[in-house]
């Protein structure tokens, strides 16, 4: 029984069933349990700013050069050195759900691959598993591997790229020194327990490294986002918006020859990921002892969501009657963990469970009665994915109404976050990871062995954490190059064996269904976690299309019970462990890393309002001031 | 002179989408093998590796992109880029929206000459947009423009022009 909120209980065959018939068992009167902070109301907080000078809004706002999509509103006590109030809000209506309506349905691996300018390819096939669902299409063995290798690639761009150029700055001695220099003085003796695989003698030197474009740690980065983009385009043909990603496979050649061109740049990882894991296994743990209030800093509750990736070629055959057996045999588990614990590794029970919610957003409501049910008969709230319809309804921002064109992702009613540490925290706790040399389940740790490169083999185990916070992630994210790295392996030799077998089909031919009715969700993920694609066909065209996105769920408004997003949620949680001694001091870094951590994936530069006070980026640019211009 | 001429937009932005549409047009043309037409809207961060990449080096960029410089109607500037890096905090601030997917062609210009990729010789060619909402069309005005665009595009690639030799557009476009 993995739900607490939702009225649905599952009988001796697992089948899921109301408790109430649906109209009140999906009501919003009742308010979910939820452990998280409650927020000041206005009236309290319009009071303390009236008759404290230290109460401060503070402005994380998008400078909307050209495409700001996330900003941040919060309001702080700076004395208290504590947050009152938090609002995330997504700026940019994206709209990608209107223009798949009425479409081929081949055209979303075009069009909703530029979702997102970073990991198009996560979308592509998203949309391609949804599509082979409802096509009933499945991969012949390569295509399914092909399609793993280079997720796997496309992570291993994403995480060195937030570990070190976006989150790493938050960590480096250009910013600890001004932030904390008594953190700082700490940091030049420190020992640095993971000097063998990092080579540095204090955790000084490694902030010192971390320093924006000049550190070794960040230029390091920078090159193997590269080693990992041209793995990608070595399967793939090209990144981004990758072309070869088609329902029923790749459309790609894969041979011996590209096999081993795409080993040499993985084999990179093998070493990479060893350095990493020590450099953030230090750092987390020197935060801490230096002072212990720093396992506060972005935490919330034990609650994320992760529908797994990386599918076994033996298992998946695209059908959702199946996807209960073919999810768990994914190399990361599908999965929810609420209150640090796992309840269920059910793709069925992760879809039933998710529900969109628009009392925040910037969107009229829906009917949502066309699906009572899955395709298996489990119930399905009227805020389902298959159900909701995107009817956007642009109106003034107020805090306690609408204030984003996010809308607000739920699962079991309940605030949960997606992450790429969410595969982590699955797999470990499943033990039901497919027998192979290099991953291991525990229950309470994952553990990974990276083989030998320059530097020798070692294991590696990332272990459940105590508590939950922003560093928590980074370490987490830091162990995900391993996780990815390990995955590749087993999928690279899978690989290798289909060649030799001389299975080297890599896609299945198909045609768009002209008539009927089909359904398909493809359940996927991205750097930053959960990723789904919910479609309807009718008569060969697409009738609705859904996407959820990690940030969504992560940078989602308010719910209708007021519970705030994961975003809100930890930021309220924050302390202001900056030292400063006026206001004017102030830069919020310890905001700005519980926001980073989640690696959110909207462009979020920042300009801060704190009272008479502004840091601002011109919005509009151009060299216009140039001496040798010329108009015409 | 290796010179690559480059498109900065999103697409399907109406007049923003103009960088993109004029490469498209300009790629229907012949040029000299020293010339690459290119649109570089693919992110910063992985422009960088592939101009790294390039043998040998470009040493001439043209940059074709929308920039609101303030025309009322719809225009046309183009200027030699300085190529004067902001402070390190700013282009630290352009790489974190470089690497979140902002296509913008100054934070391009910004990260390739950090590190350490941007050719000897850059011209920023801007057409001031009158449209930029969704729409695969420029407007009428920017339509308008786009011979110009694309004949000032191929007179500074083929050395013609520059900031040395400013000739006016009427001069060669016959």
Not at chain 1, 45 to 74: M, Q, S
Not at chain 1, 96 to 113: C, K, L, N, Q, W
Not at chain 1, 380 to 403: A, D, R, V
Request: hydrophobic letters at 40%; proline letters at 7%; aromatic letters at 10%.
């Amino acid at each position: 029984m993995c739900f607490k909120n939702l009225p649905i209980e599952f009988d001796e065959s697992g089948k899921m069933t109301l408790r109430d018939d649906a109209v009140r068992a999906f009501g919003l009167s009742d308010r979910p349990h939820n452990p998280g902070p409650k927020p000041l109301s206005d009236a309290q907080i319009k009071t303390l700013l009236a008759k404290n000078g230290y109460i401060r809004d503070i402005d994380f706002d998008p400078v909307t050069r050209v495409a700001g999509a996330l900003a941040f509103h919060a309001v702080a006590d700076l004395k208290e050195r504590k947050v009152l109030t938090s609002n995330s809000m997504a700026t940019l209506f994206r709209g990608y759900e209107v223009i798949m309506v009425g479409r081929d349905p081949r055209d979303a691996i075009f069009i909703t691959s530029r979702a997102c300018g970073v990991c198009g390819g996560v979308h592509s096939v998203a949309s391609c598993l949804a599509i082979e669902m409802a096509f009933g299409l499945v991969p012949p063995p390569l295509g399914v591997i092909a399609r793993n290798l280079l997720l796997s690639m496309e992570f291993e761009y994403d995480h060195p790229l937030h570990l070190f150029l976006l989150a790493g700055p938050d960590y480096s001695r250009m910013i600890v020194e001004q932030t904390n220099p008594e953190v700082w003085e700490k940091a030049k003796s420190y020992r640095a327990p993971g000097r063998p695989w990092h080579g540095y003698e204090t955790v000084g030197a490694i902030m010192e490294d971390l320093n924006p474009l000049s550190g070794k740690l960040y230029v390091e980065a920078l090159n193997m986002t590269r080693v990992a983009r041209e793995a990608y385009v070595v399967l793939g043909g090209k990144y981004p918006h990758p072309q070869t990603i088609v329902p029923g496979g790749v459309s790609t050649t894969i041979s011996l020859q590209t096999f081993n061109e795409f080993y040499v740049r993985l084999q990179k990882f093998f070493d990479y990921s060893k350095k990493v894991i020590a450099i953030w296994d230090d750092l987390t743990e020197f935060f801490y002892a230096a002072n212990p209030d720093y396992k506060r800093v972005g935490s919330r509750p034990m609650h994320m969501i992760d529908p797994g990736i990386w599918d076994d070629p033996e298992s998946y055959d695209s059908t959702y009657t199946n996807c209960d057996t073919w999810g768990e045999r994914r190399w990361a588990m599908p999965g929810a963990i609420v209150e640090g614990k796992l309840v269920t590794t059910r793709l069925t029970a992760l879809n039933t469970g998710i529900e969109e919610f628009i009392d925040r957003s910037y969107y009229e409501p829906w009917a949502g009665t066309r699906f009572p049910k899955d395709p298996l008969g489990n119930p399905l709230s009227p805020y389902h994915p298959w159900n909701k319809e995107t009817k956007p309804k642009p109106t003034g921002q107020n805090w306690k109404e609408k204030y984003s064109w996010a809308c607000t992702p739920r699962w079991d009613r309940q605030t949960t976050e997606a992450g790429c540490y969410a595969r982590l925290w699955n797999t470990a706790a499943a033990q039901k990871t497919r027998p192979n040399p290099f991953i291991e389940s525990t229950g309470s740790s994952l553990k990974m062995m990276l083989p030998k490169s320059v530097l020798p083999e070692r294991e590696v185990e990332w272990k459940v954490p105590e508590v939950w916070n922003a560093f928590e992630r980074n370490r987490a994210r830091a162990y995900c190059v391993a996780f990815n790295a390990a995955v590749s392996m087993n999928d690279w030799l899978k690989g290798l064996d289909l060649l030799k077998q001389g299975k080297t089909e890599v896609a299945t031919p198909f045609e768009v269904p002209k008539k009927g009715r089909q359904l398909g969700v493809g359940f996927w993920g991205a750097g930053r976690g959960w990723l789904t694609h919910h479609l309807e066909l009718r008569d060969g065209h697409v009738a609705n299309y859904q996407i959820i996105t990690p940030s969504t769920i992560n940078a989602s408004p308010r719910d209708p019970w007021d519970n705030p997003g994961a975003y809100e949620e930890a930021v309220l949680n924050t302390p202001l462990l900056e030292s400063f001694k006026d206001k004017k001091q102030f830069k919020g870094v310890d905001i700005l890393r519980a926001i980073r951590s989640f690696d959110p994936c909207m462009p979020c530069t920042t300009h801060i309002y704190a009272g008479d006070r502004v840091i601002s980026r011109e919005i509009n640019t151009c060299a216009c001031g140039a001496d040798d211009e010329h108009e015409h | 002179m290796r010179t690559i001429i480059a498109g900065v937009g999103y697409a399907n932005l109406s007049d923003s989408s103009v960088g993109p549409i004029a490469i498209e047009a300009l790629k229907k043309e012949s040029w000299p093998n020293e010339v690459k037409i290119d649109d570089l809207s693919y992110g910063p961060i992985s422009v960088v590796h592939n101009l790294a990449e390039a043998r040998p080096r470009y040493e001439r960029m043209i940059v074709i992109t929308a920039a609101d410089f303030g025309a009322r109607g719809p225009a046309l500037r183009w200027h030699r880029w300085p190529a004067v890096l902001p402070n390190p905090q700013e282009v630290q601030a352009r790489v974190v929206e470089a690497a979140t997917g902002v296509i913008d062609w100054e934070n391009l210009l910004v990260v390739l000459q950090q590190f350490g990729v941007l050719p000897e010789e850059v011209y920023v060619l801007a057409v001031q947009p009158v449209k930029t909402d969704f729409g695969m069309e420029l407007s009428s005005g920017v339509a308008a423009l786009l011979p110009e665009v694309l004949a000032i595009a191929r007179a500074l690639a083929m050395g013609e022009l520059s900031a040395e030799k400013p000739v006016r557009l009427n001069s060669f476009l016959a």
